[in-house]
């Protein structure tokens, strides 16, 4: 369940109780899932859970009968249901909230359908249906209900079944028995009924003295036993799933009819096997059943053998009605208890790990009855070995052979070529996966092993080495699971090792991530010098001009001419020109699954061109399997990250260069050097906070946590945590530079803007100087000094009073100032509710001589009274 739904879920439900107040639903939500876990990893008993729901019950042998029913179906979660509603009928309170909340909805219901009543008239109808159409409207409803309780026939459900696996896999069609098989039904052992009775006695059995008929229904009852009609006792037919009943001839003597009544369930025992039996032996309904029914038939032999016996010491005078009651009582319960297996499996419609859950169940229930308990083992041994087959190939050498969809490990048909282009973990979660009901209980506990053993294996395989765990030994079903258990923990623990030597030592992952942190992550810093002068020109073009084949080819030349020439893998680096800014990139990602993510997709694109430092963003060539780790989402994120560096150094170079601007400016003696100076500050402040942000992200928060993950990467012990290690990582980095907080992102977006602009403002101030300085200098040499000195002071006061200069340069630092107090009273806000968060070390750096503590210490007291009224 996906946290998405577990917050659906507990709203919904929260809503349904009329709760209102209290914790909220994020209190049950954190405790969910703190404690949820993919698979079942707990049994309850539901003995006493159901003896006490009984109890409760106005009803007691409804509820009784329908849990039977579903437990015969083989509900998986019905248990653990019937324990959850004892542990609710035990809390008084919470009974009487949830009666009364009944109450106020069958009110509501009773009040929705009163007035959906009044309101409805019936239209009045000028003749009335005649006879014939009322015989064709009761046929239609006779067929409707007919073909809602009968179920569907066998060859209906193998036909299904077949197409469902030609469907899966068209390469490999299950082979099909011969029609003859179906249509033949002397073929089979089971009763062959007809309309018309085989033939009429001549002299009706209850005219014939008490021993003449008890030696005449011993023959009958001896060919009944074996699935053939007597003289006096008649099989009915079966409809669905229904048991066999006889008819017995009335006029018999009632003693011997009683004794007839006490044997025949054996017959309808037999019946009911040998119906499974030769239905299940179909290649349709798979290998564990076909195990089963096999199994079946060897316990078989010991009856008929048994009735083969009796039917000797019949020819030989010597087997009376009480004779072959005493013989036959020891097979009643085997027939029983297989008759009884027979109807669950049929009921449920169980296949593969389903049919072994239901064996297992029942093995465990019969405890203290070790007879019945060793019947049960000996087919629940039989019917496990295919399904361990598969098991044992899964998790020795990471094969699935499955060809009729028993195991409880499914494959899907995906290619790994696409991962890079995929925005998700797709083919790791989703080539192999758990099918829920294929899981057989005993195995429950460690599915997930079993999933993963295989799946490590299977990418050793898929890169050309063949593998098979040294530790390989067959694996049988036995009470005492860690038999089993310690196998799979063995196979699980070599498979780890294996691929994670495999990725660590052959294939570098470490060293991969260490190239991708030096270019996504700004860790070459000479690299970055020389590439951004030598792309300035290129990158400051709209994105549609650019060239890409030029950025590549200066990306070459930066590599080359930086420390960066040292990485093995500097090749796999690519330029990639991106849709969007970083962001929108990033605010389209925070919306989804909220209100506005439909808002935010539908909203039609800006006019405005993107320059290339806005869509610049690089790329990364990562091959299998190391695109397991570094899938397009890692990458992603790691470009989301590079794309706020990047801006963010570029900013840094354009108050840079008004630096170096403003120096020119500096020997000119300016009349309004009071504004002037206002600017430089601004400047120096812009600067400041713009620094400290890039030292902030890269040395209190990427460093750091990078040293983490190498650390925690060093004690990995499966390739899972590698994965969640990775992901932590990446996670925290956006988390704590900010990337991840859609009001944080405006205010920076907004910084970072008002920046650029003063920039832009500036570096039009020192164009328009250095013109007028080019056209002092064409004057003669000795009024050089003089004429400069004058025309660009006169130059500058009318600037000042033609576009109020001074007032601009104002503005900006009055919006600055709004927007950085806003962003520190943010993130003082964050850390403090978030104690994780590292953010509060950038107010420590911008703040770091009280300047703004004051003022933010008046907008906390603001807000504190906003909240207070």
């Known amino acids: 369940m996906s946290e998405f739904r577990i917050h659906h879920d507990v709203n919904e439900l929260l809503g349904l109780l009329n709760v209102r107040g209290g914790d909220g639903a ?231 009819k009683e004794l007839v009544n006490r044997i025949l369930p054996v017959a309808s025992c037999y019946s009911t096997i040998t119906r499974f039996t030769e239905e299940k032996s179909s290649f349709e309904y798979g290998q564990v059943n076909h195990a089963l029914t096999a199994a079946m038939r060897t316990l078989m032999k010991e009856y008929l053998i048994l009735v083969t016996q009796l039917e000797h010491l019949h020819r030989q005078g010597t087997l009376s009605l009480q004779k072959l009651w005493f013989y036959i009582q020891p097979t009643m319960r085997t027939l029983e208890i297989l008759a009884s297996i027979a109807t669950s499996v049929d009921k449920g419609e169980c296949m593969g790990g389903s049919t072994l859950s239901l064996l297992h169940d029942r093995t465990f229930n019969y405890t203290g009855d070790s007879q019945a308990q060793e019947l049960c083992l000996y087919l629940t041994k039989a019917a496990s070995v295919p399904y361990f087959e598969i098991l044992e190939k899964w998790i020795y050498r990471g094969i699935i052979k499955d060809p009729y969809s028993e195991f409880m490990v499914e494959e899907h048909e995906l290619q790994k070529e696409k991962i890079q282009e995929d925005y998700n973990d797709k083919y790791w979660d989703q080539r192999y996966t758990i099918v829920q009901h294929r899981i057989p209980s005993f195995l429950q506990k460690m599915a997930d092993k079993i999933l993963n053993t295989g799946k490590y294996l299977n990418v050793v395989r898929e890169c050309g080495r063949d593998v098979t765990c040294p530790d390989a030994k067959e694996v049988l079903y036995t009470l005492k699971e860690r038999a089993y258990v310690e196998q799979i923990e063995k196979a699980y623990y070599y498979a780890s090792k294996v691929l994670l030597d495999f990725l660590m030592e052959e294939k570098e992952l470490v060293s991969r991530l260490r190239s991708i942190k030096h270019y996504f992550l700004m860790d070459k810093g000479d690299f970055f010098v020389h590439f951004m002068d030598l792309t300035e020109e290129e990158l400051k073009k709209q994105v549609d001009d650019i060239i890409p084949p030029r950025l590549e080819a200066l990306l070459e030349l930066a590599l080359r001419m930086s420390t960066a020439n040292t990485d093995p893998f500097k090749d796999d680096l690519k330029i990639d020109l991106m849709p969007h800014d970083v962001i929108t990139q990033l605010l389209r990602v925070l919306a989804i699954d909220t209100k506005q993510e439909k808002a935010i997709i539908n909203a039609e694109p800006t006019e405005v061109s993107l320059s ?247 907008m906390a007291i603001e807000r504190s009274q906003k909240t207070a009224t």
Request: glycine share 2%.
């Open 612 to 858: 290339g430092l806005e869509a610049f963003s690089f790329d990364y060539i990562v091959k299998w399997p190391l695109s397991l780790i570094i899938n397009r989402k890692a990458l992603t994120r790691y470009q989301m990250l590079f794309r706020h560096m990047f801006y963010c150094k570029h900013v840094e170079r354009l108050l840079c260069n008004v630096w170096i601007s403003n120096k020119t400016a500096k020997q000119y003696s300016l009349h309004s050097a009071k504004w002037f100076a206002a600017a430089f500050a601004l400047r120096q402040r812009m600067l400041n906070f713009v620094q400290n942000i890039q030292y902030y992200m890269m040395f209190e928060v990427m460093e750091p946590t990078w040293h983490i993950m190498e650390n925690n990467l060093k004690s990995a012990s499966n390739i899972d945590d590698v994965l969640c290690h990775h992901t932590s990582f990446l996670d925290n980095c956006l988390k704590d530079c900010m990337l991840t907080n859609p009001e944080l992102l405006r205010i920076f977006s907004k910084l970072m803007s008002v920046c650029v602009m003063f920039t832009n403002c500036m570096q039009r101030f020192t164009q328009s100087m250095k013109i007028d300085s080019e056209k002092a200098e064409r004057t003669d040499e000795a009024e050089k000094k003089r004429l400069a000195s004058k025309f660009l002071a006169e130059h500058v006061d009318a600037l000042q009073s033609d576009s109020g200069f001074e007032g601009t340069i104002s503005k900006f630092d009055s919006n600055f100032s709004t927007l950085l107090l806003d962003l520190l009273d943010k993130l003082s806000i964050y850390s403090t509710n978030d104690c994780e968060h590292s953010m509060i070390n950038i107010i420590y750096r911008l703040d770091f001589n009280g300047f703004y503590t004051e003022r933010l210490e008046r």
């Open 26 to 256: 994020e209190v049950y939500i954190d405790l969910l899932q703190k404690n949820r876990t993919a698979y079942v990893t707990t049994t309850v008993s539901a003995h006493s859970a159901k003896v006490k729901m009984a109890e409760h019950s106005k009803t007691p042998e409804d509820f009784l009968r329908k849990y039977d029913e579903l437990k015969s179906k083989n509900a998986r979660i019905l248990d653990p249901l019937v324990y959850l509603l004892s542990k609710l009928s035990e809390d008084k309170e919470t009974l009487k909230f949830l009666q009364q909340n009944a109450k106020e909805r069958s009110e509501m219901s009773a009040n929705a359908a009163s007035s959906t009543t009044t309101s409805y008239s019936i239209p009045a109808t000028s003749s009335k249906m005649s006879m014939q159409e009322l015989e064709e409207l009761r046929k239609k409803l006779g067929n409707v209900t007919a073909s809602s309780t009968v179920p569907q026939s066998s060859e209906v459900i193998r036909k299904m079944l077949r197409d469902r696996h030609n469907k899966k896999n068209p390469t490999q069609p299950n082979p099909v028995f011969p029609n003859w098989v179906y249509d033949r039904p002397a073929l089979i052992g089971d009763f062959i009924t007809s309309p018309t009775p085989v033939g009429d006695p001549v002299v009706a059995i209850g005219t014939m003295p008490l021993a003449a008929q008890e030696q005449a229904l011993v023959e009958d009852l001896l060919f009944v036993l074996i699935g053939v009609d007597g003289r006096d006792i008649t099989a009915q037919p079966v409809l669905g799933r229904q048991s066999r009943s006889f008819i017995v001839d009335p006029s018999l003597d009632m003693s011997v």
